[in-house]
């Protein structure tokens, strides 16, 4: 009984979701982008998130004028899957278009950029299973370690050495943040009589480091560090 029970309620919440989303998909062709973007943000709420659900949520808000939250969503898609091509597409067209300030890619962003960094962190593990089942097998039949065993041993750990530096590299995506309003002045400390340090125009990219209250202390693109107001930056990653 308990497990129809949970099967009905399985069932029920996928139903839910399909169901926003797919009506969310209708508004939006309708014209209706208060009401999709509404639709988006109820399957967001309950932690049903897909790469196409914040590429559809950066489109309302690219159309009901909200350009940051747009570059935000854009991002988040990317997180999930970042070789979602018009996410990225969008997302340079319009940094484009608000002169939105990132920091410069480097080699590193480029080549580790392939996976995100729960990718590569499984990559890792996956690996260095792999590494250990290698390993142990032919102990546990007491038998040594052939040369093709060695090799598959050498890639193995090569692998998971590697996939762990790539997850290392990423993991300052964790922090990530995106300028949501028009225009945010960095301040040099906490307060707004505080020295200017930078302006940031929406869709702006920064590092998150903390918050303390009403202000977010952040890396900005060009590395220097400052303040801006809480509510002006939202993190890419959701908790």
Same mark, same amino acid.
């Given at each position: ?8 309620? &399985?069932?029920?919440? #996928?139903?839910?979701?399909?169901? *926003? ?7 939006? *062709? ?22 196409? &659900? ?26 999930? %899957?970042? /070789? ?12 484009? %278009? ?14 580790? /950029? ?54 290392? %590299?990423?993991?300052?995506? &964790? ?16 307060? *707004?009589?505080?020295?200017?340090? *930078? ?13 303390? /209250? ?13 303040? #801006? ?11």
């Amino acid at each position: 009984m308990k497990r129809v029970l949970l099967l009905l309620m &399985l069932a029920g919440a #996928v139903a839910r979701a399909g169901g *926003d989303f797919e009506a969310g998909n209708r508004a939006y *062709d309708e014209g209706k982008f208060i009401e999709a973007r509404q639709r988006y943000e109820s399957q967001v709420t309950r932690g049903e998130w897909t790469a196409n &659900l914040f590429y559809n949520l950066g489109n309302a808000d690219e159309r009901i004028g909200a350009p940051g939250l747009a570059m935000l969503n854009y991002e988040r898609a990317l997180a999930l %899957q970042p /070789g979602h091509h018009e996410a990225r597409a969008n997302l340079t067209f319009l940094r484009e %278009q608000t002169l939105a300030k990132v920091p410069a890619r480097s080699w590193r962003d480029h080549a580790f /950029g392939v996976l995100t960094f729960g990718g590569w962190l499984a990559a890792a593990s996956v690996a260095g299973w792999l590494a250990v089942f290698i390993v142990t097998v032919p102990f546990a039949r007491r038998r040594t370690l052939g040369a093709g065993g060695v090799f598959w041993l050498v890639l193995a750990l090569s692998v998971a050495s590697g996939a762990a530096c790539a997850a290392w %590299q990423s993991a300052g995506e &964790l922090g990530a943040g995106v300028i949501v309003v028009k225009q945010a002045e960095a301040r040099q400390g906490p307060a *707004d009589r505080a020295a200017l340090a *930078d302006v940031l125009p929406a869709g702006s990219r920064v590092r998150v480091i903390s918050v303390r /209250g009403e202000w977010t202390y952040c890396e900005l693109p060009g590395g220097a560090r400052a303040w #801006v107001p809480s509510s002006s930056v939202e993190r890419v990653r959701l908790s």
